[in-house]
Nanobody, 121 residues
Framework: QVQLVESGGGLVQAGGALSLSCVAS?????MAWFRQAPGKEREFVAA????????TYADSVKDRFIISRDNAKKAMYLQMNSLKPEDTAVYYC?????????????????WGQGTQVTVSS
């Protein structure tokens, strides 16, 4: 069983930036970020495989968010720029045992505990 530990998040004004981190306790093939706002379904944010450069972004965050990884540290990051109030949500780190780069939550095997991101207007 792989554990995912997230850090980062917090409160920021619109137009600001925040960075999230996720560290895996074991080997995985793919990692992703999802988010869930109150009363809404969990939605895809970004994904990247552990090997290769095929990043995938939701249209709503493309050109504002950057997903990256550090293989040596087994860490994944999400740099969030030009934040908007609609980005407010609990952000979750996810990982899969096989390559997927999927936008669908049910294709991921492991999940972090979530970290709150709040963007004030």
């Amino acid at each position: 069983q792989v554990q995912l530990v997230e850090s980062g998040g917090g409160l920021v004004q619109a137009g600001g930036a925040l960075s999230l981190s996720c560290v895996a306790s074991g080997s995985v093939a793919n990692m992703a970020w999802f988010r869930q706002a109150p009363g809404k379904e969990r939605e895809f944010v970004a994904a990247l495989p552990w090997i290769g450069r095929m990043t995938t972004y939701a249209d709503s965050v493309k050109d504002r968010f950057i997903i990256s990884r550090d293989n040596a540290k087994k860490a994944m990051y999400l740099q969030m720029n030009s934040l908007k109030p609609e980005d407010t949500a609990v952000y979750y780190c996810a990982a899969s045992r096989v390559y997927t780069n999927s936008r669908y939550p049910n294709e991921y095997d492991y999940w972090g505990q979530g970290t709150q991101v709040t963007v004030s207007s």
